[in-house]
């Protein structure tokens, strides 16, 4: 399993959200680690715990973000946060009732963050940079 390491063609050159997204793909980083040593199920769990945390914080900052700027694909946006988030639930729903986190999953997550930031991100990226112009952008 390729774990994710955030490089600069994921950058959207707002230094809050870039970081944010520095830390999010750690988190993810930290589950895979736990999954690939086989801390077990609590261990696991309390990671998965902290990077669902961590996605409520950095979700409700790029959709504080993109209101405060008027984004307009604001709506599409929030629905790809919201079944990202519906799909974190899942998992630790699954492992509360014994699952195991599987590579497949994993590799989910971390192609789904990576084609989001890369993408859908990079839309409200370049608004927001276009819009702020002379403004504090973090
Ligand atoms: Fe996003």
């Known amino acids: ?39 077990g199920a609590r261990i696991i769990d309390d990671v998965l715990q902290h990077l ?14 993109m209101l405060a700027h008027n984004f307009p694909g604001f709506a599409d946006h929030r629905r790809e946060h919201d079944f990202f988030v519906s799909r974190l639930k899942d998992l630790h729903t699954g492992i509360t ?22 993408g859908t991100d990079q839309k409200y990226g370049s608004f927001v940079r276009a819009t702020a112009v002379g403004a504090k952008l973090d």
């Open 1 to 39: 399993m390729a774990l994710p390491e955030w490089n600069e063609n994921m950058a959207l050159h707002l230094p809050a959200i870039d970081t944010q997204h520095k830390q999010l793909l750690a988190w993810i980083k930290a589950l895979g680690d736990a999954v690939q040593k086989e801390e």
């Open 97 to 118: 009732c014994g699952e195991e986190l599987s590579v497949k999953t994993l590799d989910f997550l971390v192609d789904w963050t990576i084609t989001h930031i890369r």
């Open 52 to 65: 669902i945390n961590y996605v409520h914080e950095h979700f409700s900052a790029e959709e504080r973000l």
